[in-house]
Structures are given as structure tokens and as C-alpha cells.
């Protein structure tokens, strides 16, 4: 006897098919299937698959043939659709199926090819691609930003600050105030922009809480309905579950705001604005996964904004997050507003896609992974308390720029602290080190030359530990990752601050409450 003659092959091929096979009774009930199309049913195996009575494949050939008893000739059918999971997702298959008899009873036999999994890795190709082109840019424009901030920054605090002071100085009625003015403001706008760059290229400063996607937007309906204005009708929905997410609520507001102008632009004799969020989840397979194959599986927090505006076309549409890329006239637009959305959405570790045609509008898709812990209370983000003066606190200041530690140092002896200054981290341990009182707070740059201001920070607490570190920078670089940026309510003041923020910061951290 050979081998063909003492073993059946048909077993051996069913448990070998990439393919789901099965033989079904006319009303789509199993009669029989391999392990394959268990696991596409969402099955552990094809015994329990067998053994489901609630298990039923719908749209059967034999269904469709309606009672014809008196076929003799098997027929068969080749269809691409969706096939519902045990729970209750949909997976995009290819179907064949063949009618036929066996001992009188009419049967169905077919298989099953799972269509996603080859759809999703050329479509995951294609999305690495362009994520990668975009990366590419967007790190182009970082090296920029980062080469240029750090100066930058530490040039507009002095400009800002001592325009200030010297603006306080004056009498209200001078003709030098409104030139002083000028300064002032052309500098905030200069920090504006360079604030914009660090966020496209995800190197901006930024305050990560939990907190409620439905609390930004419902947060801002009123500053919305005022930036759209009355032509445009906004319609905003809010799902029934939570949408936590750890991000800085600024930048989420920026984000809205940002797809709102965008929308308003495009709708220039008016039109709807739809603003949606609510928590979604993600299958391996299903209509989101299949709308949205390079996010991968999981719970999100979903934000949707659209319109009926002009739309774009696809040469606008593959260029829209490209940093100074706009269609507005001269004058009009930077180009940084939908890459600044696009490099907030990727700090947090979110994607963002974009539908438009030209005539039929703008959808713009944002998903940002759901956090576990509870969102922190937004009471009292808009109003903040005047900064008191000192109690005789002592802050040692540091930084590699010396008119920087001098004006910071001003502005602390105005608020009513003690200060020891320092030209850089080597100076500051010496002070520190030659200091018999207390000092109360080390306020340092974080990019120095001669050693970090963590590096700064974790030896000279281990000299003095009750000694409370506020960081202040323009730009971190990586130098806060996984210390200092990753923890909710770190301390660390923005450049270039003004007194007011510089005062306010210092004390918080004082108290503990940075």
C-alpha cells in the first residue's frame, strides 16, 4: 500500500489553506471548516466555531438561489465584501462559493480569503511613504527652528523685558510710549512665530495633563462661534463616553482653532462647520480599520472637522501639512497652520488624515490615543492670580547668557527675592557650593555648554534637597525627554517670559504647586 492509497489529503490540505474553508447548509449554517475560518470568524478553533449556534454566514449562494430544488448543476459565485466577526467587526474578503449535492442534500462549499491583511500592508507602504516625506520636511524645518530658538529666545526676553521696563518708566503721555509699543509687539510677534516653528517640527515647549477632549471643545464654543462669524452655521457633537488624552490643552485649543479659520477661509459666502469628538475604538478589522488602515488597533479619542466649503484639489490636498506651503494671497497666511496641527497631532502621539475634493469640502480625521488616568479639573485656566511679591525666598540664577541672568535677576529683586546669579552651571555650583544660607530655588537654562540644566539640577540637589529647579527655555532639544517633558505639571518656564510669568512661575514652584 503507498502512501496516497493509506492517508486521505484532504484533512492535510484544509489545515494547510491561507484560505477559510467550509461547507454550509443552504441557510448558511456550518457543516464543516478548517481552522482558517474559525480564526477569521473570530473563533479560538474550528471545534468551537462548529459547535456556536448563533454562528451563521450570511449571504450564502444557495440564499440567493432562492429554492431552486431542481438544480443538478453545481454554481458558483466570486464576490469581494465584508464578513462579520463573532464580535461583530467586519473584515473585507474574497468569497467563492460552489451550490451543490451530496447524497440528496443540498450544500454549499466555499472559501474565504482575508483581503485585509494584503490591502493594509500595501496601503501601510504607501502611508509609511508619506509619513516619511512628511518626517523628513518637518525634521528639516526642526534643525531650523532648534539651530536659531534657543538665541532667538534668549534676544526677544531682553527685548521684550527691558522695553518694558523702560515703558514703565516713562510718563503715559510721552510720544516714545506708542514707538515702544511698536517694539514690543513686533517682538511678541517674532516669539509667536518662533513658538509656531518648535510646534511644526515638535520641538515646542509644552505642559501635558489629562484632560477631556469633549471639555477643549464645548470650552470653546464661544470663542468659535466669534472666529467663524454669522455666515457660517457651527454645529459641534459630543460623544456620551470620556475622551481622555494626555496633551497640552493650549495646543488641542490651537489645533481646533486652527481647522476653524481653515474652514471659515474656504467658506467664503458661508456654509456649515461641523465639529465632532467622541471616543472610538479601532479593531484589527472592521469599517474604521478599513477606513483607516496605518492606525493601528486600539481606543482613541476621535476629533472630526469639516465643511462645505471650496474644497481642494489633489495637488493642494498631498501638500496641505507642508510648513509654508498656503494658497492665500501674499500677506495672508504663513503656511504654518495646518503644519503646526499636524506636528501637535504627532507629539501626542496622534494621526491625522485629510479628505477633500474640490466643490464637495474638507474633512479633516484626528485620533489621539485614550489615556487611563482621570482628566485634571480645567477650572481656572483662563484667569490667573496676580503674582505676589517675595517672602525673602533666595533663587540662584543661571544661564549661559549673561544679560539673560541679569534681567532675570532684576526682575526677581522687583518681585521681592533674593538672588546669587551665575554665568553657566560651573559658576552656579561654586556659588552654590560657597553659599552658607539657604537657597530656596535653582532657576536654570536647560541648553548649556558646559553640562545640562538637568544635569545641573540632579547635583546640586543632592548638595541641597529641600531646593525646589524651575527649568526656563525656548527650546529643550532632547535634553527634558523622559525626565522632565514626560511629567504632568513639570517645572518649567517658557522663553522668553515676561515678568509677570517669570514672578508667577518662581512662586508656583516655590509652593510646590509646578
Known amino acids: ?119 493594509c500592508t500595501e496601503d501601510r507602504r504607501r502611508e509609511l511613504s508619506e509619513e516619511l516625506r512628511q518626517a523628513q520636511k518637518m525634521e528639516a524645518v526642526g534643525r531650523l527652528a532648534g539651530g536659531i530658538a534657543h538665541d532667538y529666545n534668549n534676544l526677544l526676553a531682553i527685548i521684550l523685558n527691558y522695553t518694558s521696563l523702560v515703558m514703565e518708566e516713562l510718563d503715559e503721555r510721552s510720544p516714545v510710549q506708542k514707538d515702544l509699543a511698536e517694539i514690543k509687539g513686533a517682538a511678541q510677534r517674532a516669539a509667536s512665530l518662533t513658538r509656531q516653528l518648535l510646534t511644526v517640527s515638535r520641538r515646542g515647549l509644552a505642559q501635558p495633563v489629562v484632560l477631556d477632549l469633549r471639555d477643549v471643545v464645548r470650552g470653546m464654543d464661544g470663542a468659535l462661534r466669534a472666529a467663524v462669524g454669522g455666515a457660517v452655521e457651527l454645529a459641534i457633537a459630543l460623544g456620551p463616553s470620556g475622551c481622555r488624552v494626555l496633551a497640552d490643552a493650549g495646543q488641542l485649543e490651537q489645533v481646533v482653532m486652527n481647522l476653524a479659520l481653515n474652514a471659515r477661509d474656504a467658506m467664503q459666502d458661508g456654509g456649515r462647520l461641523s465639529i465632532e469628538a467622541r471616543a472610538v475604538r479601532v479593531g484589527a478589522a472592521g469599517s474604521l480599520h478599513d477606513a483607516h488602515p496605518a492606525i493601528p488597533p486600539g481606543r482613541y479619542a476621535r476629533l472630526v472637522v469639516s465643511d462645505t466649503g471650496s474644497g481642494m484639489s489633489d495637488d493642494v490636498r498631498t501638500r496641505a501639512f507642508e510648513p509654508f506651503f498656503t494658497t492665500k494671497p501674499r500677506g495672508k497666511g504663513t503656511g504654518l497652520g495646518l503644519a503646526t496641527v499636524y506636528g501637535i497631532v504627532k507629539q501626542w502621539r496622534g494621526y491625522i488624515e485629510l479628505a ?53 535677576s532684576r526682575l526677581l529683586a522687583q518681585g521681592g527675592y533674593t538672588t546669587l546669579t551665575a554665568r553657566g552651571p560651573l559658576e552656579a555650583v561654586r556659588v552654590c557650593e560657597a553659599q552658607r544660607g539657604r537657597i530656596d530655588l535653582l532657576l536654570t537654562d536647560v541648553l548649556m555648554p558646559e553640562m545640562s540644566g538637568c544635569e545641573l539640577a540632579e547635583r546640586l540637589v543632592k548638595l541641597r534637597p529641600d531646593m525646589k529647579v524651575l527649568f526656563m527655555s525656548g527650546y529643550t532639544g532632547d535634553v527634558l525627554d523622559g525626565k522632565l517633558a514626560a511629567r504632568p505639571g513639570a517645572a518649567l518656564l517658557g522663553k522668553p517670559f515676561t515678568a509677570e510669568s517669570l514672578l508667577r512661575a518662581v512662586r508656583k514652584a516655590l509652593e510646590g504647586a509646578a
Open 1 to 119: 500500500m503507498t502512501a496516497r492509497d493509506s492517508v486521505d489529503p484532504s484533512p492535510l490540505l484544509a489545515a494547510g489553506s491561507p484560505a477559510g474553508l467550509y461547507v454550509a447548509s443552504p441557510e448558511g449554517r456550518l457543516v464543516d471548516c478548517n481552522d482558517e475560518l474559525a480564526r477569521l470568524l473570530g473563533y479560538g478553533s474550528r471545534e468551537e466555531a462548529l459547535a456556536s449556534a448563533e454562528l451563521l454566514l450570511g449571504g450564502c449562494l444557495a440564499s440567493a438561489a432562492g429554492g431552486a430544488a431542481g438544480a443538478k448543476a453545481p454554481s458558483t459565485s466570486a464576490n469581494e465584501g465584508f464578513l462579520t466577526r463573532r464580535d461583530g467587526s467586519a473584515v473585507r474578503v474574497m468569497r467563492t462559493e460552489t451550490l451543490t449535492e451530496a447524497s440528496g442534500e443540498r450544500l454549499v462549499v466555499g472559501a474565504i480569503v482575508d483581503l485585509s491583511s494584503s490591502r
Open 356 to 408: 477633500s475634493q474640490p466643490g464637495e469640502g474638507t474633512r479633516v480625521e484626528i485620533y489621539l490615543p485614550l489615556a487611563a488616568r482621570p482628566a485634571a479639573s480645567r477650572r481656572g485656566r483662563a484667569a490667573h492670580a496676580a503674582p505676589r511679591l517675595g517672602e525673602g525666598g533666595t533663587v540662584l540664577v543661571t544661564d549661559d547668557e549673561e544679560a539673560v541672568v541679569t534681567l532675570a
